[in-house]
């Protein structure tokens, strides 16, 4: 028979667990019942990533969902379903760690452990206790690098990426992560922001931002790395993002907007005239015609600073940084070839750069400043946070690669425009599952 393991912590209502820690002062149950404790007798699998489902056998589990308790470590888990002697529960954000699982009931003075595997004063764990280990969820992909931007996953699950400055032992052009991991160049660019995938032309498709003086374009090469990036759409103000309407073909695009600067040489000076220019989305009508050399694209709706533009159930959504209007993630419904009201998504945070979905409309962003991957889902208005301050800090781009989120931290500066490369940028995977995690 199963040794019970009693473990001297009180615990609280489970109403307050978020707010715990293993290292909590006393835990208080206002209505302890004399209950008996939980027993674990298995955990299966006993490791897996974050997010992942595991189920807890024992004894004296509570049948009412909300009325047990289950730490991995310090971190609760979701419990999903309950019997007395079964818990299914969703594993809690905890990354490359081994920890202690834990159960507790409403009702019950005492922790439950596997046999062997109570602490001892000190907190430490006996050689014979039986643990949880959480996989790596996060890697980087790259080294020290200045200034990468966009980044897309092909067909063949290859990674492709821009670096945006020859320094530190990179090249400036576009990469590709192969299977064993290494990074090599694939061709020379001057791409400066967004890569797309277009099954349409199988083609990689690139914004190039180019501030001041120089108005930004928007190219395409073919996916196999041949060729070159070849200027498609020209004379854009400060193209940041593009994406393509597979129902229809065409293609939608963001412009920052920001100022056009006119430089005058005068004797040995230089007059600078700015004029504002504003931001907004574009469409560019592609169906059933071959690309010219001359754009066709409308303003449909404005917006002070669109940083990326996704589509997702007929409506397309824009992330804002440093926005003089609006929020900084907003969605216009799509209705043929104009764009409805706009509707604000999320305005918890000032500043946001990117977003990308999963396949169950969980939208996912990192905003600026911050290192925690969050998912928000808009039907339950339920934000989640992946694996907070392990996360590269400020996503300029996002992409998926199977069942990994690819998160680009460019470090660039002043609303992405490069000013000097004063630190390094990351390319980081994220492990989230297929669809995602979700409560």
């Not at 595997?117 to 200045?146: C, N």
């Not at 998504?345 to 169950?360: A, R, T």
């Amino acid at each position: 028979m199963k040794r019970l393991i009693k473990f001297s912590l009180v615990i609280s209502t489970l109403l307050s667990v978020l707010a715990c820690t293993e290292e909590s002062s006393s835990w208080v149950d206002p209505n302890p019942t004399g209950g008996p404790a939980p027993v674990i007798t298995n955990v299966s699998p006993d490791s897996g990533f974050a997010g992942t489902v595991a189920i807890i056998t024992g004894e004296n589990f509570a049948t009412t969902l909300e009325d047990n308790m289950v730490l991995f470590g310090s971190i609760p888990a979701v419990v999903k379903e309950a019997s007395s002697t079964e818990l299914t529960v969703q594993l809690p954000m905890i990354n490359d760690k081994t920890v202690l699982p834990k159960v507790a009931v409403k009702g019950s003075e005492f922790w439950g452990y596997w046999e062997g595997q109570t602490p001892d004063t000190a907190g430490v764990l006996h050689d014979d206790s039986l643990t949880f280990t959480f996989y790596q969820a996060l890697e980087a992909l790259t080294d020290t690098v200045y200034w990468p931007a966009g980044v897309v996953t092909a067909p063949d699950s290859t990674i492709y990426f821009i670096v945006n400055q020859a320094d530190a032992g990179w090249s400036k052009g576009l990469h590709k992560v192969n299977t064993d991991g290494s990074v090599e160049v694939v061709r020379t660019s001057t791409i400066l922001g967004n890569l797309i995938y277009d099954a349409a032309s199988d083609s990689i498709w690139g914004s190039n931002l180019r501030r001041g003086r120089d108005l930004g374009w928007i190219s395409r090469a073919p996916s196999d790395g041949s060729g070159s990036f070849s200027k498609m759409i020209k004379d854009v103000v400060t193209p940041s993002s593009i994406e393509f309407d597979q129902s229809t073909g065409d293609m939608y695009f963001s412009s920052l907007g920001f100022y056009e600067v006119v430089i005058t040489p005068v004797e040995d000076r230089f007059d600078t005239t700015i004029t504002d220019i504003k931001g907004g989305i574009y469409l560019e009508p592609m169906s059933n015609r071959t690309f010219s050399d001359t754009s066709l694209a409308t303003m449909l709706m404005e917006y002070s600073r669109p940083t990326s533009c996704k589509i997702m159930d007929g409506y397309l959504y824009v992330t804002q940084a440093y926005q003089e209007t609006g929020a900084a993630i907003s969605r216009n419904q799509i209705i043929g070839n104009t764009l409805g009201e706009t509707e604000v998504v999320l305005d918890e945070f000032d500043n946001v750069y990117c977003l990308e979905f999963d396949s169950d409309g969980n939208l996912y962003f990192v905003p600026e400043g911050s290192s925690t991957l969050y998912q928000y889902n808009q039907d339950t208005g339920s934000l989640v946070e992946f694996f907070p301050g392990d996360v590269v800090p400020t996503a300029n781009f996002m992409s998926w690669s199977g069942i990994n989120l690819v998160i680009v931290y460019s470090n660039v500066a002043d609303d992405m425009e490069v000013t000097a490369a004063e630190a390094p940028g990351m390319i980081q995977r994220v492990y989230v599952g297929s669809t995602g995690y979700s409560q």
